[in-house]
């Protein structure tokens, strides 16, 4: 049995082979679900349970730890299903369990659990309990990246189980961060794991770090992938997540991106063309246009959601947008989205369908709607790609 101390126990399920995450995460390393057994001289708690996929293995570990005893309590840091959807399991196993959660958590597993009589001890921040020797303090988080989140802490190890915040969906079977065999892929997932489930918090992610390193812990036992320690990568982990948090300084050039798919080279030419009247009208501006066709989604996404503008460039194929614009609008971080400048563009050979539907869809969203779109019949001529560069130069004009 894996463990951190003589005390505490790991009964993390590994999953290698997931390749999706929530539907619509790529996740090349797999991941882990992390959860673990704290057993102090009178009382013994679980800290987080599992996905209900891996519940027999689960409990089955749990039971291990255990060695014959009953947890007291069960903590839920958070509610998201890969770590809730087995716990109506777990309470059929032990009916005396006690589960301990924030307020916004304990209306979510009363729904996860369809256990309307199930009432969980409410914790707030600053609140603890005794296990006999250790004790286990509740940390507010929310935000991170649920509204239900957060930490336990256990002082006398200098502990933190801090949930969500600094995992990462990777899987390697020896569970700490000095014994990462592919370093390389570790720091890829834990990059993409912050782009996917926590940069759209980042004024949350900076309260959660102030509040970490206040604690100044000896390890962190996250609910995805390795474990941080200090001698590891605990310090390098905090680094980048202050650094990817950070409110970028008031003088930087603002970052304006177009996103664009090209059948036949037309809606290309329109980008280039847009791109070089919106560099005119600012040239202090970072402006980089992406063709979307074989480009990396989730990179692409990470670039949309720190544009301060963007636009959309698409023909229109079966009276819509092209798949791989729809793909990237999948990415939008939609908690803040709102009021973000977006323009659209495109050529087009029948009716045009594409730019409406895509301005519809980001209006449904919030961002500020720029209009007009601009459009051109097949090939852009002289005429019209000097048009596509003043619209540029008005889009651009429209931010000061
Ligand atoms: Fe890993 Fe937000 O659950």
């Known amino acids: 049995m894996h463990a951190i101390n003589d005390k505490v126990f790991i009964t993390s399920v590994l999953n290698p082979n997931m390749r999706v995450f929530d539907v619509v995460m790529c996740t090349e390393y797999g991941t882990s679900y992390n959860s673990y057994v704290v057993v102090g001289s009178d009382k013994t708690a679980l800290i987080d349970a599992n996905h209900a996929t891996f519940s027999h293995e689960w409990l089955e570990k749990v039971d291990e730890a255990l060695g014959g005893g009953k947890p007291d309590y069960l903590v839920l840091n958070h509610t998201e299903p890969d770590h809730s959807g087995c716990v109506a399991a777990c309470l059929k196993r032990y009916p005396e369990l006690e589960v301990v959660c924030s307020a916004a958590a304990a209306i979510n597993i009363k729904h996860i659990t369809n256990l309307p009589e199930l009432e969980p001890r409410v914790v707030k921040d600053g609140e603890s309990i005794d296990l006999g020797g250790l004790t286990l303090q509740f940390v507010s988080a929310p935000f991170l990246h649920w509204p239900d989140t957060m930490f336990t802490w256990i002082p006398e190890q200098k502990l933190l189980f801090s949930c969500d915040f600094l995992g990462a969906h990777f899987c390697e079977p020896r569970l700490f961060d000095h014994k990462i065999v592919f370093a390389r892929d570790y720091t890829t997932a ?3 794991y912050y782009d996917a489930i926590m940069a759209p918090f980042g004024p949350w992610v900076a309260k959660g770090l102030d509040k970490l390193e206040a604690l100044d812990p000896e390890v962190v036992a996250p609910s995805h992938g390795p474990i941080l320690t200090k001698r590891g990568r605990l310090a390098t982990g905090i680094e980048h997540y202050r650094a990817w948090s950070a409110v970028p300084a008031a003088d930087t050039p603002r970052k304006i991106s177009l996103f664009y798919c090209s059948a036949y080279g037309n809606t ?5 063309a847009i791109a070089t009247g919106i560099r005119k009208a600012l040239p202090e501006a ?7 066709v074989d480009a990396d989604m989730a990179h692409l996404g990470a670039e949309l959601n720190s544009s301060d503008a963007f636009l959309l460039g698409s023909p229109t194929l079966n009276r819509d947008a092209v798949p ?17 400048p977006v323009a659209f563009f495109g050529s087009y050979g029948w009716s045009g369908e594409a730019l409406p539907a895509l301005s519809e869809r980001l209006a449904t969203l919030k961002a500020a709607v720029y209009e007009p779109q601009f459009r051109v019949r097949f090939v852009p001529s002289e005429n019209e790609l000097d048009a596509a560069e003043e619209f540029g130069a008005e889009f651009a004009r429209s931010l000061e």
């Open 286 to 292: 970072r402006v980089c246009a992406h063709d979307l």
């Open 324 to 340: 791989p614009i729809w793909n990237l609008v999948a990415e939008i971080d939609a908690v803040n989205i709102a009021k973000r």
């Open 268 to 272: 290309q030419k329109l980008a280039a």
């Open 190 to 192: 834990f990059k993409e």
